[in-house]
């Protein structure tokens, strides 16, 4: 089974604060994501990797920035946390190409902040 | 325009009860097509893959309209642990995934 693994799952942060959500996925996917949900907004793309070192903004990048060093790793970072950010953030991956191919994710990172 | 779009519902059926879903994308050139479940503050996980012939699994069938762009869920014989949202989802052809808001689905006894 394919398996992304967020290692926070709950977190309070201070405004202003840096704020590091890590995400790893062990199937060896191109592509990664990250999305945060919030109610009645649905799911948002906030940036996507297809490759290593490479990123793309998604649909909401402001305030956010990532990190992809190594294929398995996709790192979202909040430069300075602001309130507006309290939400679930869902990192995801798939493989490229080939129609048909999943999007799996995450179990999810709930981030507070105060 | 959103990309995916679904009733949000809720719909509330009775258990044994017949439901069903429908969602509407944007993009005529999306390549791919799937239902997604998501429980309370759980994340998504695959429900089913759609596919143009259709597809079943059990007591859950998927529908594709490539020409109405549109899919649809039917869920037979509903089930208390049916309830849960059901989110529909479609790739682009640049391995783009959108998601609709979600369907909310409360199975009653």
């Known amino acids: 089974d394919v398996k992304v693994t967020q290692s926070s799952r709950y977190l309070v942060k201070r405004t202003g604060e840096k704020v590091f959500l890590e995400c790893v996925q062990d199937?060896?996917?191109?592509?990664m994501f990250w999305y945060r949900q919030d109610p009645g907004l649905g799911l948002r793309l906030i940036y996507f990797?297809?490759?290593?070192?490479?990123?793309e903004k998604g649909d909401i990048p402001e305030g956010y920035s990532v990190s992809r060093e190594k294929k398995e790793r996709f790192s979202l970072i909040l430069e300075s946390a602001s309130t507006n950010q309290t939400s679930m953030y869902l990192c995801?991956?798939?493989?490229?190409?080939?129609?048909?191919?999943?999007?799996?994710f995450g179990e999810g990172s709930w981030l507070t902040v105060v | 325009r959103k990309e995916v779009e679904q009733d949000p519902g809720p719909f509330n059926v009775p258990e044994g009860a017949t439901v069903a879903f429908n969602c509407t994308y944007s993009n005529s050139a999306s390549q791919s097509f799937f239902w997604y479940r998501q429980d309370c503050r759980k994340e998504p996980k695959l429900l089913m893959s759609v596919y143009s012939s259709g597809n079943e699994d059990g007591r859950f069938t998927a529908q594709l309209n490539r020409a109405s762009q549109y899919i649809s869920l039917l869920i037979r014989d509903s089930k208390l642990s049916d309830s849960a949202t059901y989110l529909c989802v479609v790739r682009n052809n640049f391995n783009k995934f959108y998601f609709g808001s979600g369907t909310k689905l409360n199975v009653k006894p």
């Open positions: 199937m060896d996917h191109e592509n």
């Open positions: 995801a991956s798939s493989l490229s190409a080939a129609s048909g191919n999943t999007i799996y």
């Open positions: 990797s297809y490759d290593v070192k490479m990123k």
